[in-house]
């Protein structure tokens, strides 16, 4: 398998909002619903993803519960709040417009 393409600037927070939009979840399980939603294509690193989830959180976009996880273990779950909602569709709405643009100017022959 190739490497995976790095992702874009800002792109982790879009892709955490929607699937935290499905529902609740924990750290790992964010990360690995990226990767299955992705095809395999996109694999975030802890490194990367718990520092924004941390900075989502500060932003009010997400909040954070102590848990058990599938296989008992303690486990933070991150959830959507009222703002997280609103972000996730101002999100979705900048990268629709901003992959149309790409998609023009990279389909010019």
Do not use: C
């Amino acid at each position: 398998m190739s490497r995976p393409p790095d992702m874009l600037q800002g792109m982790l927070d879009l892709l955490i909002l929607r699937v935290l939009q499905l529902e609740s979840m924990h750290g790992w399980a964010i990360g690995h619903r990226i990767r299955q939603l992705s095809d395999e294509v996109l694999q975030v690193q802890q490194g990367s993803l718990y520092p924004a989830l941390h900075k989502l959180e500060e932003q009010g976009w997400i909040t954070s519960t102590w848990g058990e996880s599938e296989n008992r273990r303690r486990a933070k779950y991150y959830a959507l709040t009222r703002a997280g909602r609103r972000r996730v569709a101002e999100e979705t709405a900048q990268w629709e417009r901003l992959s149309a643009a790409i998609a023009l100017v990279v389909r010019t022959t």
